[in-house]
């Protein structure tokens, strides 16, 4: 073209459904060769010209138009940020699960990074207090300014002068010429700086100048230790040499010294040990599957992969070795697991494999720790990559090998927008980057086990436990018996039996209650009041060791009350049992033992996970009480005894996956045992033994629980048969909200029929209250899609044209809607 410009199609890092598009901004001519596709830029944005980052995502020529678009102010990498690939699939997140844009890449950027425009304040008018028509608060500001010498952040003035029109104030003494607002852009994370010292003379000028030095020792320690380490930290020397910064400083005056500035990486392993994990000879059903796999790595097919195997039977050996199989191609790979609890374990056993080339991604770390292991994948240092849930965007460009082990656990499902599903972007990522997928379970879920029987997944299995150890025995108790017969404690009395047993042969046990906290709910026994959270429709918690009450959701503490808040009795009566009472339970039962706890509560440190479990793995603790935490993964030879303490509040949740969860969790906490050695013990406490789920779960009978689950799944119209589309109506005003989901569910009905879709009542469901009504003073209701007899796709562009295209004529403000493309959770 003769008069054309590049344009450069840009989104904005704004949360806004109005900036949900891409906005057009002319690259100038002097950046035509630095700006590329998938880059980071700073645009200005909106009537303010505000300084907003931005991501182009794409690059087009057009003729020169004459219509005056903004040009962009400059780059803010050297390089590309988003891939072309990365791109692709922003793109097709979007479409999949209706987020927008910045969500999506909110999902590959590590937070932190993202840049922000921020404001400084400078005063610039000595003679201020000479001018007339000055209000009491600019002078405040002004003296405030003049005190406090150089530019200061806005940041600051707003929590020093907290009214609304603070920076309009601020501005009005901009345009008066009394002050200057100095405009900058920042990140939360940065690249780590360290200081380095070297010398800046040769050994001929240093023994020609000792003797000058004779007085200043100091100095000459500090030129003897560089002599002999080349270069050093400064903060290293000064600890070794135990100085303080003056003589550093008076020989870098002196030119006898420099400093270099050296980027340090942030190392999550800096304090890890590594122990070898040598590779194991494999059984002939691992072998079977590892040349299956490895053949679809060697030739490049993008085939997926379910690994059934029973707890114990060495799933984690096919990982190691296929990863291997991988690394010898050049390849990269990335290994999920469920649960933050897991990673320390996993990483331990690759790290004692691999060695190096090994990068990790879980929510505990800091947001500079992440930072720095998402820009060693970038710049290839890595070959792998272990983490939670968001590994799974892990940036590699020669992608070979996607594991996600424990893959029906629920956490590999976003509660937060975009709701993805960590199988669905393995699964994408695989098809478009030639990757092959392993999925790993004891307990499939019942949509991936459906698939695999469907083909759209290649099943392999494992029906025999590593190292000929047997599956431990699991014994079922009545807990409606042991009431009857006079025993009404937390443990029945086989479990309280074995346990006594266990510990002289200094055996461990786990134990597994989920529920955390001391008691679940507080009542009174006069007027049976329940204590509930004034911000949520859920009972308060009673925990022990804060000795206060606590939601679980919104977080609200109170201390625990002494009378009834509404008889003013004093018979306030604690229910029910968590893991707190269970620990103190077992600890005046058996007070030689030691007993530990690993929870949500007990883990909210950092490092306390790894340092509970390696107390454990040592044999340091007697007796593990836990929650979720400890029923995945966790391999600890010397466990011969697990005790599930109650399964009845996840077998009574009102969800349709009810049964499954059960069904996975005690099989799951069940696996735990007996994985030495030794023969392994389970004891089931229930109150309801003949229910399916738990029969066939104490059988370890995964294909006779599918079997039945199945039917019932077909039978109500539940995936894996239907998709569900959840929408989620939250407000302050209960009736507000309850009214326009009323009318939302009127207006996608009348669609549905002027398209000639009968059984409505099969189609949509609601909209209802929510199962938890109300949380964070916000009351919840929902409207349930399901595809039957009508295509889902009619189904995501009726829910994309209400919420997204047309949502300020439908949704005001002061509701917030949320899409969750088949939910896993439907509380």
């Not at 690939?85 to 979007?94: E, G, L, N, V």
């Amino acid at each position: 073209m003769s008069n054309s410009r590049l344009i450069a199609q840009v989104i904005v890092d704004n949360s806004s459904y109005e900036t949900d598009k891409l906005f057009d901004y002319l690259i100038p001519t002097q950046m035509v060769k630095a700006i590329q596709c998938g880059m980071r830029v700073l645009v200005p944005f909106g009537r303010g010209n505000k300084r907003l980052e931005g991501y182009i995502l794409n690059i087009k020529e057009v003729e020169e138009t004459g219509t005056s678009l903004k040009e962009i102010i400059a780059p803010l990498d050297y390089k590309c940020i988003l891939s072309q690939q990365q791109i692709k699939m922003i793109f097709w997140m979007k479409s999949k699960y209706l987020c927008k844009y910045i969500e999506a890449i909110h999902c590959i950027i590590p937070a932190g990074i993202v840049n922000k425009e921020k404001k400084k304040i400078k005063l610039i008018a000595e003679n201020w207090k000479e001018k007339a028509n000055l209000n009491t608060r600019q002078k405040s500001i002004l003296e405030f300014l003049e005190v406090h010498a150089g530019a200061i952040d806005m940041d600051v003035l707003n929590k020093e002068f907290p009214y609304k029109d603070c920076y309009q104030t601020v501005k009005t003494l901009a345009n008066g010429g009394l002050i200057e607002i100095i405009h900058y852009v920042t990140s939360r994370v940065k690249v780590k700086k360290e200081i380095y010292l070297k010398l800046n003379i040769t050994k001929q000028q240093i023994e020609a100048i000792e003797p000058k030095l004779k007085k200043a020792q100091k100095q000459l320690e500090v030129i003897n230790y560089l002599m002999t380490s080349g270069e050093a930290k400064t903060k290293a020397l000064q600890s070794h040499l135990n100085i303080s910064n003056a003589p550093i400083k008076a020989l870098i005056n002196k030119g006898y010294i420099t400093t270099v500035e050296r980027e340090q990486k942030r190392d999550p392993f800096s304090t890890a040990t590594i122990e070898e994990f040598p590779k194991l000879k494999p059984s002939l059903e691992q072998q079977t599957i590892i040349d299956e796999i490895s053949n679809s790595i060697n030739n490049n097919k993008t085939e997926s992969y379910l690994i059934h195997g029973i707890t114990g039977s060495g799933k984690t050996e096919i990982y190691l070795q296929l990863m291997e199989e991988a690394k010898k191609l050049g390849k990269q790979g990335i290994v999920l697991v469920p649960e933050i609890a897991l990673t320390p374990q996993t990483v331990e056993r690759f790290r004692g494999r691999f060695k190096e080339g090994i990068a990790v991604f879980h929510s505990s770390l800091s947001e500079g720790e992440r930072y720095d292991e998402w820009r060693r994948i970038l710049e290839g240092k890595v070959n792998m990559v272990i983490g939670a849930r968001s590994a799974v965007f892990s940036p590699f460009k020669n992608l070979g090998l996607i594991i996600i082990d424990e893959e029906h656990e629920g956490t590999y499902k976003s509660e937060q927008s975009p709701k993805y599903h960590t199988i669905d972007v393995a699964k994408y990522r695989g098809a478009t980057e030639n990757a092959v997928l392993v999925l790993g379970s004891a307990t499939p879920s019942v949509e991936s086990y459906y698939k695999a029987k469907t083909d759209d997944l290649k099943l392999v299995s494992l029906t025999k436990r590593a190292m000929t150890a047997k599956l431990p025995s699991i014994e079922i108790v009545d807990m409606k018996k042991e009431l009857d017969e006079g025993n009404n404690k937390i443990l029945s009395r086989r479990l309280r039996k074995l346990l006594k047993s266990n510990l002289p042969e200094k055996k461990q046990a786990i134990l597994f209650l989920n529920r955390r906290g001391f008691s679940t709910f507080v009542s009174c026994k006069s007027c049976g009041y329940v204590i509930k959270c004034s911000h949520c429709d859920i009972s308060l918690t009673f925990h022990m060791e804060s000795k206060t009450l606590l939601c679980h959701y919104c977080g609200k503490e109170l201390p625990a009350p002494k009378a009834c808040p509404d008889c003013n009795s004093g018979l306030i009566k604690y229910f029910g049992a968590g893991t707190q009472k269970l620990e103190k339970v077992i600890q005046s039962y058996f007070p030689k033992a030691s007993i530990a706890r690993l929870d949500m509560d007990s883990t909210s440190k950092k490092g306390t996970h790894e340092k509970i479990l390696n107390s454990f793995k040592r044999g340091n603790i007697d007796i593990l009480i836990g929650t979720q935490m400890i029923t995945k993964g966790l391999d600890f030879p010397n466990v011969t005894l697990v005790g599930i303490i109650s399964i009845d509040s996840t077998l009574n949740l009102p969800d349709f996956r009810a049964s499954e969860k059960t069904f996975q969790l005690i099989t799951q906490v069940a696996g735990r045992a007996g994985r030495g050695l030794h023969e392994g013990n389970v004891i089931l406490q229930t109150y309801d033994p003949q229910h399916f789920s738990i029969m066939t779960a104490s059988k370890h009978d995964y294909i006779s629980f599918y079997n039945e689950e199945i039917a019932i799944r077909k039978e109500f119209g539940y995936p894996p048969f239907n998709n569900l589309l959840a929408i989620n109506f939250s407000g302050r005003n209960e009736e507000e909200v309850f009214q326009y989901s009323k009318q939302i569910y009127k207006i996608i009905k009348y669609i549905l029929e002027s398209k000639g879709i009968k059984a409505l009542q099969e189609v949509i469901l609601g909209p209802n209250e929510a199962i938890i009504a109300k949380i964070n003073e916000k009351y919840r209701y929902q409207i349930i899609l399901k595809d039957i007899g009508v295509e889902y796709s009619l189904l995501k562009g009726i829910v994309k044209s209400i919420f997204i295209q047309h949502r300020k004529k439908y949704i005001p403000n002061s509701i917030t809607v949320s899409i969750d493309i088949n939910p896993y959770n439907l509380m």
